[in-house]
């Protein structure tokens, strides 16, 4: 059975970006729920989280948010 998670967590993006266009920690809270509902991300999953990480951080992010995705990025090998 193929995951769907990276397409709620693109769906939710959407409703994030359209909101202010930009992601606070709450946010991305939602995000990596939706990502470790499997207790993994899987590479659809890293894909999307990455795009939505390139897009975050061409706003103004609060820097705990900025810290705490570029952990991520880290720790789960999101490009």
Known sequence: MNS????????????????????????LEKLLQLAERDREFDEDEKRVLGRIFAQAEQTRLDPAV???????????GIG
């Open 4 to 27: 769907r998670s990276h397409l709620d967590i693109t769906l939710a993006s959407i409703q994030i970006f359209a909101n202010d266009g930009l992601l606070d920690m709450g946010e």
């Open 66 to 76: 900025a810290e705490r995705i570029g952990r991520l990025k880290a720790e789960h």
